[in-house]
């Protein structure tokens, strides 16, 4: 019973550290746009998450690393991912996708697809955009895209498995 509140425990803390993603300086008060993580649940077991980690090299709550926080093989996977304010201007996104089983023992006899990179990225003041795109076997991408009219707003990066 102690394993179990003890793991619950670390699962609510990493949890609550991801409910406030610092994607936005303390102190701006200039133009935003919002940028959201995706991700696309097989079952109860499985979702492919993209997200984006990183805004000019600083490392901000992303979507990959709150469902690895909050999975477990004893709840369903969800597939809810971040959504977060980025200032509108020029900057250096890192943006990924990847595979997340409830147990990491799967990732063992599963296929796991990841890709990762950096692309450059210029939001429009007010604008919504969405991190997405595909894994799978022979190719995986990951992309930023307007969330209302779908148009690719940056390089796409690609792994061919």
């Not at 803390?13 to 919002?34: D, F, L």
Request: aromatic share 8%; glycine share 8%.
């Amino acid at each position: 019973m102690k394993k179990v509140l003890l793991s619950l425990a670390v699962v609510l803390a990493a949890a609550g550290c991801m409910s406030h993603p610092a994607s936005v300086p303390e102190g701006y008060a200039g133009p935003v746009a919002k940028v959201e993580d995706s991700s696309v649940l097989y079952g109860m077991r499985r979702v492919d998450v993209f997200y984006m980690s990183h805004i000019d090299g600083r490392q901000i709550s992303d979507s990959l690393s709150y469902t690895r926080a909050t999975s477990s093989a004893f709840t369903p996977m969800t597939g809810d991912v971040l959504d977060r304010e980025i200032t509108a201007e020029q900057h250096t996104v890192t943006i990924g996708a990847r595979v997340v089983y409830s147990m990491g023992i799967m990732e063992w006899y599963s296929p796991v697809y990841e890709v990762l990179g950096d692309v450059a990225f210029r939001p429009e003041p007010d604008k919504r955009y969405v991190v997405t795109g595909k894994l799978g076997e022979g190719y995986s991408a990951v992309w930023i895209e307007d969330k209302k009219t779908k148009e690719i707003v940056t390089k796409k990066i690609v792994m061919r498995n």
